[in-house]
């Protein structure tokens, strides 16, 4: 299985990426790279590439590993020692987390360095256990997500049979309501923990979306998803 996603950058250019999930890896090569986005579910993405003029060659990263070395942890003594971004946690980079994280760590770190002084011997230590509590959320998100896939590899943490059903249900739902479908946004960039999925509210908009689509009759719950975006429909 393949997904792409067609992304804007500055001056004009955009970039294509394609993942991969199970080892079903893209094709690095450019005419292999353009072949897989013709099989796609979305003809867009093929239709757009073949306008553009391309102005790097493909490049493929197979690093996809979730990495997490706990520093908050360590026993012995961390004086003088500081790790943030990939060197403390690394994502997979299909979820684009690691900046984010990165970036929020910094800001961790200065505000450690602000209370307690850079000569301060307990700063590393600190820090670590503050930055360690960050982690925590994108990690789970990261490390929830690769592990839906029977393939990935690692220990699987407690309580996935538990909560996938629901988080499945969550995202399908936020398809229709533009409620729930702004919280996915929220939880995934960030901007609130992976907790807000579980708040009563919620909650009770995905167990209201679930009832009527299992009530509603097998038509309406068994509607194809379009291949085309809905802005790009034709109409008539």
């Not at 900046?99 to 002084?117: E, H, N, P, R, W």
Request: net charge positive; with cysteine.
């Amino acid at each position: 299985m393949m997904a792409g996603v067609l992304f804007p950058v500055e001056q004009g250019r955009w970039l294509v990426t394609l993942g991969g999930v199970a080892k079903h890896y893209p094709p690095s090569d450019e005419a292999g790279f353009m072949a897989a986005l013709e099989t796609l579910r979305s003809p867009v993405l093929a239709a757009t590439v073949r306008l553009a003029e391309p102005i790097s060659p493909v490049y493929s990263n197979r690093a996809m590993a979730n990495r997490f070395r706990h520093y908050d942890r360590w026993r012995g003594r961390l004086d003088g020692f500081i790790a943030v971004g990939d060197a403390a946690c690394a994502f997979n980079p299909v979820y684009g987390q690691g900046m984010t994280t990165g970036t929020v760590s910094a800001t961790i770190l200065a505000d450690c360095l602000k209370k307690y002084g850079p000569m301060n011997p307990e700063l590393s230590r600190r820090f670590f256990r503050a930055q360690g509590r960050f982690q925590a959320s994108p990690w789970m998100l990261a490390t929830g997500a690769d592990f839906r896939f029977p393939e990935t590899e690692g220990q699987r943490p407690s309580g996935g049979k538990l909560f996938n059903p629901y988080i499945d249900t969550l995202f399908k739902a936020g398809r229709d309501d533009v409620v729930l479908h702004r919280r996915v946004g929220e939880v995934l960039n960030m901007l609130k923990p992976p907790s807000a999925f579980f708040e009563p509210s919620i909650m009770a908009r995905v167990a209201w979306w679930a009832f009527r689509r299992k009530f509603a009759g097998a038509a309406s719950a068994t509607q194809p998803i379009p291949a085309m975006p809905p802005s790009l429909i034709p109409v008539g």
